[in-house]
């Protein structure tokens, strides 16, 4: 007993010890644990600003409750903003908003609806209210912006089928005069202001997932019928008192959109738009293309003797002669060299399918010798045509052993053009790319302006007709003479501005046309502008002149010549006026080329109908044969396969 009694009183002391040095490691431990840990734990407490988005949401969710009856407010009424802010910014001041609200109340109405169906269509989407109203206010924002920058830069309005162009924005931000207002300014400030509001009330609406994909797949539809179904739209653009008038030029366009103003004109031009889209005709088949192509074929035709000359056109942006108005008292030094080429020549005057813009509707009718009408005048006619090779005039020659090229002295990609005039038939195609800086060009290149020098262009031509082996066709279409016209003596005079550039060009014309004379090759030149060129919206020489949807024909009427190097024989070009796509078919007569049926066909609509365009006179009765034709060789079978026929 005595001894455990011992053990015991000797162990207390041991175990002390042992507790002591036990608490001493947990105090280790304790502190280790601390230093490692606290660095962590203060990562993980939040900073200022996730402290002050918790706040604020936490504020916004509280202002959801509290103004309920706000919010509900400004979700009934945010249709009716968001017209009212688009509208203004395309009309520019509140007066001219004022003045069109007050006599188109019905248009405004119709305008609110469609807001309103769009805001519906965001909140199925987005479901959260403030993301839907910043997603609409942005795209109305945006496409009043858009208008505003169009038609002060052409004087044409915004269609939605323009948005095809968006992939080529930095493009066209060269062609645009954007003048940021304090006007616009003031209506960006207030955007933003009115939406950082709604943001912090925080309008919320209960939108059961059922209900949402209704609500959604109910405007989907809605919208496809306004653009799609006739039987639905008419009646209710006829209730809303929306102008329908069938546009067939610029000016009657420009005044549907003053009657309908900015929503309205969108919605109405792309029902539309869809009505006249390009469908099979009905009786499209080989037995009536071959119908149509049973004519007595000519094939005398043997080059004068097998003599192959070159055959160039020259698309000139943008060149128009304004001479054609007396009021404007345009001097004659302008034109000097173009009158002297004219009378060395053979000239008239031709019919364009386009105005101000869509060089590519002009470029169409001269590469395929088909009329833009016949496909129901898209803006954009390389759009709707077929992708595989296609009879474009390139392929006649390729045909005839010569050379085919294309010069543009602009982005390739701009219109698609490096991928679609591919397939004409062109065996080579030149671009210059001022974005880029790459060059297709074997000479060097100038500008004046903000486009390259149309000397270039002749120094171009020039190089290639002398360093191709084979007689060469080609086509170019210019640039210098695009719009913005504000460099020069003085930035604000357009027109004058204009004026001299094409006096820049004639200039150039006059030496490249010397220059032939001395190159012993037989040369044939033809030389158009594509339209009349695009001004600024109110200020505009046009306005000055009074033009309008009835009175604007002599604007698709362009001045035109033939020219040669050579002893070429003129005396079948037309004395009177006609369309652009015939000049393919002059120019086979001028240079004694074979026909084919197709040739012979097309010389006798010349004869028959020498113009067929929309815009020009909209009273011309449709040529159903024509058309077919012109389907048959862009988007159709190609049952008219000339001039494939030897391949």
Not at 408 to 423: C, D, L, N, Q, T
Not at 520 to 548: A, I, K, M
């Amino acid at each position: 007993m005595a001894d455990t009694s011992k053990e015991m009183t000797k162990s207390k002391p041991e175990s002390s010890a042992v507790q002591t040095k036990s608490k001493k490691v947990m105090d280790d431990v304790s502190e280790i644990k601390e230093r490692t840990t606290t660095p962590i734990d203060s990562k993980k407490e939040p900073n200022k600003f996730i402290k002050w988005v918790r706040a604020l949401n936490e504020k916004r969710e509280e202002n959801s409750k509290k103004f309920s009856l706000v919010n509900l407010l400004i979700l009934i009424l945010f249709p009716i903003y968001i017209t009212c802010m688009s509208e203004i910014i395309q009309a520019k001041t509140l007066s001219n908003f004022g003045g069109f609200f007050a006599a188109h109340m019905t248009v405004f109405i119709f305008d609110i609806l469609i807001a309103a169906i769009i805001f519906v269509l965001m909140l199925a989407i987005f479901k959260k209210c403030w993301l839907a109203i910043l997603a609409q206010s942005a795209m109305y924002v945006a496409l009043g912006t858009v208008e505003l920058f169009k038609y002060n830069t052409n004087g044409n309005h915004l269609l939605l089928s323009d948005m095809r162009l968006a992939k080529n924005v930095k493009s066209l931000s060269s062609f645009a005069y954007i003048k940021i207002t304090w006007q616009l300014v003031l209506c960006y400030i207030v955007a933003i202001l009115i939406f950082l509001a709604i943001f912090y009330l925080n309008p919320k609406i209960k939108f059961k997932p059922l209900h949402r994909v209704a609500a959604g797949l109910g405007c989907v539809v809605f919208g496809f019928a306004m653009v799609t179904f006739s039987g639905f739209y008419k009646p209710v653009y006829k209730f809303f008192k929306i102008d329908t008038t069938k546009a067939t030029n610029a000016f009657l366009l420009n005044e549907k959109f003053d009657n309908n103003s900015f929503i309205a004109f969108l919605v109405q031009t792309a029902s539309e738009s869809y009505a006249n889209r390009l469908v099979e005709p009905d009786d499209y088949n080989k037995a009536n293309i071959d119908r149509i192509l049973d004519v007595k074929v000519d094939k005398s035709g043997d080059f004068n003797g097998g003599k192959k000359p070159n055959v160039i056109f020259i698309m000139s942006e943008s060149y128009a002669d304004f001479r054609v108005f007396d009021q404007l008292k345009v001097d004659d030094s302008y034109y000097k060299y173009f009158d002297k080429a004219r009378k060395e020549g053979c000239s008239g005057t031709l019919i364009t399918p386009t105005y101000a813009s869509w060089t590519v509707r002009a470029e169409f009718e001269l590469m395929f010798g088909l009329p833009v009408k016949g496909i129901k005048d898209p803006n954009m006619p390389q759009r709707v045509l077929a992708d595989h090779s296609l009879p474009a005039m390139a392929r006649y020659y390729n045909q005839w052993g010569y050379n085919t090229a294309y010069v543009h002295p602009f982005m390739a990609e701009f219109y698609s053009r490096h991928k679609i005039y591919g397939r004409f038939g062109f065996k080579e195609m030149l671009f210059h790319d001022d974005y880029s800086d790459t060059t297709d060009f074997t000479v060097d290149v100038d500008h004046y302006g903000t486009y390259v020098d149309d000397k270039t262009i002749f120094n171009q031509l020039l190089d290639l007709v002398k360093t191709s082996d084979d007689p060469i066709y080609i086509h170019t279409t210019t640039m210098q003479n695009h719009q913005p016209y504000d460099q020069g003596e003085d930035p604000d005079d357009e027109f004058g501005n204009y004026l001299q550039w094409i006096q820049h060009t004639n200039e150039g014309l006059n030496d490249f046309l010397e220059a032939l004379k001395k190159i012993d090759e037989p040369t044939l030149v033809f030389f158009v502008g594509d339209h009349f060129p695009s001004l600024r919206g109110e200020t505009s020489v046009y306005n000055e002149l009074g033009l309008n949807g009835q009175n604007c024909d002599i604007l698709y009427e362009q001045k035109y010549f033939y020219w040669a190097n050579y002893d070429a024989d003129f005396s079948k070009v037309p004395q009177e006026k006609y369309s652009f796509f015939y000049v393919p078919y002059v120019v086979f007569d001028i240079i004694d080329a074979p026909h084919d049926a197709f040739i012979e066909k097309m010389m006798s609509y010349l004869k028959k109908t020498p113009i067929y365009s929309t815009a020009y006179n909209a009273d011309i009765p449709e040529n159903d044969d024509l058309n077919m034709l012109t389907y048959d060789r862009v988007v159709g079978s190609l049952y008219s396969t000339s001039p494939l026929d030897d391949d």
